[in-house]
């Protein structure tokens, strides 16, 4: 397999595994009653379509774009969400990935942390499970949001981008934002877990399957 110096992860359901059951219990308390219903019904889909129409995150547009939608988000309330996300999200570590870090930073690797979502949440969760030691640098959704390229441009830095590769779970941010950089990708799915990624890397040989992943 091909020594690369910088490995750009995406985080949820490529290292973490989230519980985000606790994540309304702070929006329950902070949106009123009248607009709730209306508003744990559309959330996820407002979001979605925050991220077809701007860059990055941001508290003020995206508190003013809730607010197009008829709810009261308010920026601090947007600041506690994150914090309490951030407190209270309950993560599992993927297999491997412990594992594949430490082989990783032992052998001069940088590793960097690619995320659509905003820090506030994010880190906490990464210093919460152990892996923020790991981590040269986080790329997150205030500054640049996937498949963007500005976010993979921030990502791979002044590293060469022959050098670079993209572990994610997703098509359409990790592995459209990759090729839209020109960097190589692995798709984390059924099929190719981060274990296998660990053990390609350290016997420095490329799976069929995964071969065609990556290119």
């Known amino acids: 397999m091909k020594n690369y110096k910088k490995y750009i992860f995406d985080l949820d359901y490529t290292l973490l595994i989230p519980d985000w059951s606790m994540e309304d219990e702070f929006l329950r308390k902070s949106i009123p009653l009248e607009e709730q219903e209306k508003f744990f019904d559309q959330k996820q889909s407002i979001l979605n379509k925050y991220e ?20 009261s988000m308010s920026e601090e309330t947007i600041n506690g969400w994150m914090i309490h996300n951030g407190e209270t999200i309950k993560d599992q570590v993927v297999d491997g990935v412990v594992e594949l870090f430490d082989y990783l930073k032992s052998n001069n690797k940088d590793i960097v942390i690619l995320t659509s979502w905003f820090s506030g949440t994010q880190i906490p ?68 877990s981060i274990r296998d990624f660990l053990e390609m890397i350290i016997n420095k040989k490329d799976n069929e399957k995964v071969i065609k992943v990556i290119k």
């Open 125 to 192: 969760r990464l210093k919460r499970t152990g892996l923020y030691e790991y981590i040269d640098r986080i790329v997150a959704g205030e500054d640049a949001m996937k498949p963007d390229l500005k976010s993979f441009e921030l990502a791979i830095g002044d590293t060469n981008k022959e050098d670079c590769i993209m572990i994610g779970d997703s098509i359409k941010s990790d592995k459209t934002g990759a090729d839209n950089a020109g960097i190589d990708c692995y798709i984390v799915d059924e099929e190719h």
């Open 52 to 71: 077809l129409e701007f860059p990055k995150y941001n508290f003020k547009t995206l508190s003013n774009f809730f607010k197009s939608y008829g709810f």
